[in-house]
């Protein structure tokens, strides 16, 4: 049902006109992802097994009912990067302190190459967790009137600021 009305002129000449419907309302957003969680080899399993068992439901009452599995799966097995890489750092720190006082044999080693690639996967992980916040940040602050869109616009004028020209040798300053 599609329903109209006009609200009270403020400052303009001007009456704003509202449309609502009931049947465009979708309710609340069922789970919002971040990148990074999606690179998880665990979620996709975790995704796969909920999915299956959600068979002949509608598409939207799916994604509804996936929604505290992957909270679970986030809170029990991604959630804590920091965590783990400083668990991963302290494991890596201690093996590489035996390293410095003998050599380490062929299973040390490769025990410190994979404490190594983990502790960067991880990294990897909580930059991209950081970079998508940052990037949500500048699509929700960037268009409306506010002092951090202020502090954007004023770094990119300035880095776009020409100071001075060269001629040859010469320096033009304005």
């Excluded at 003998?102 to 992980?125: G, K």
């Excluded at 502090?151 to 320096?171: D, H, P």
């Amino acid at each position: 049902m599609l329903s109209t009305y006009c609200k009270d002129r403020a400052f303009s000449n001007h009456y704003s006109v509202v449309l609502s419907s009931s049947q465009l309302s979708w309710g609340p957003i069922p789970f919002r992802s971040l990148d990074c969680s999606l690179t998880e080899p665990s979620f996709i399993k975790v995704f796969k097994k909920e999915w299956v068992q959600l068979t002949g439901l509608p598409f939207h009452r799916k994604l509804v009912k996936m929604r505290e599995p992957l909270r679970k799966w986030n809170r029990e097995i991604f959630g804590h990067i920091d965590q783990k890489i400083k668990s991963f750092q302290k494991e890596w720190a201690k093996v590489d302190l035996k390293a410095q006082e003998f050599l380490l044999d062929e299973l040390e080693w490769h025990r410190m190459e994979a404490l190594q690639s983990q502790l960067w996967l991880w990294q990897t992980q909580k930059e991209r967790y950081w970079k998508q916040l940052s990037i949500c940040k500048i699509i929700k602050e960037s268009d409306r009137n506010t002092k951090y869109f202020h502090v954007l616009a004023t770094i990119r004028r300035k880095k776009k600021m020409i100071s001075s020209l060269t001629r040859g040798t010469e320096v033009i300053n304005d």
